[in-house]
Antibody
Framework: QTHLQESGPGLIKPSETLSLTCTVSGGSITSYYWSWIRQPPGKGLEFIGYVYFSGSTYHNPSLRSRVTMSVDTSKMQISLRLSSVTAADTAVYYC???????????WGPGSLVTVSA | ALQLTQFPSSLSASVGDRVTITCRASQGIRDSLAWYQHKPGKSPILLIYGVSNLEPGTPSRFSGSASETEFSLTISSLQPEDFATYYCQYFNSYPPITFGQGTRLDIK
């Protein structure tokens, strides 16, 4: 079974850029879509965007152009960058295999990112 | 924009009860509807996709159905491990992937 593991800074300051990495193991990174989802404290799940192994991306329009996603197939990693963060971006961030017309079958354990001065 | 409205937002039930959670879409979404179970401190688990298809490993007491833009998740006989928050999800790309706001299922 495919295993996913998010890694990130834990704490960043307002206006900085959040950078998260999802490492994939136990399966292929190619031929799949990879999604990012977040859950703010006490709230529900929010779709951020997905990236195809080829590099094409799609993000939630609500996040405007703050989102950048990429895939490094040689490292088996998917990356998320979210610019100009505010306290509203404080959340547990999950990576998942799926998107692009498919449900999300495999999820990482999540990475809590707190935005605070 | 597509909206998925779940109801009830919270529900208290007992072990052995039959419960139904509903997800209403603001527009037609065909069969691009999935259900997830989410427990605190854990990652979400895909239960059902394509309205009514059980993901391998999902117990048979879970089932999904639809009537036009109203989708339902039913648990036929609640087990202790079923107490969690459940989310419906539209998983196609256009409109954007969308989650319902969640239904919290508690022990009565």
């Amino acid at each position: 079974q495919t295993h996913l593991q998010e890694s990130g800074p834990g704490l960043i300051k307002p206006s900085e850029t959040l950078s998260l990495t999802c490492t994939v193991s136990g399966g292929s990174i190619t031929s799949y879509y990879w999604s990012w989802i977040r859950q703010p404290p006490g709230k529900g799940l929010e779709f951020i965007g997905y990236v195809y192994f080829s590099g094409s991306t799609y993000h939630n329009p609500s996040l405007r152009s703050r989102v950048t996603m990429s895939v490094d197939t040689s490292k088996m990693q998917i990356s998320l960058r979210l610019s100009s963060v505010t306290a509203a971006d404080t959340a547990v961030y999950y990576c998942a295999r799926g998107g692009g017309g498919l449900p999300m079958r495999d999820w990482g354990p999540g990475s809590l990112v707190t935005v605070s001065a | 924009a597509l909206q998925l409205t779940q109801f009830p937002s919270s529900l208290s039930a007992s072990v052995g009860d039959r419960v139904t959670i509903t997800c209403r879409a603001s527009q037609g979404i065909r069969d691009s509807l999935a259900w997830y179970q989410h427990k605190p401190g854990k990652s979400p688990i895909l239960l059902i996709y394509g309205v009514s298809n059980l993901e391998p490993g999902t117990p048979s007491r879970f089932s999904g159905s639809a009537s036009e833009t109203e989708f339902s998740l039913t648990i036929s006989s609640l087990q202790p491990e079923d107490f969690a928050t459940y989310y419906c999800q539209y998983f196609n790309s256009y409109p954007p992937i969308t989650f319902g706001q969640g239904t919290r299922l508690d022990i009565k």
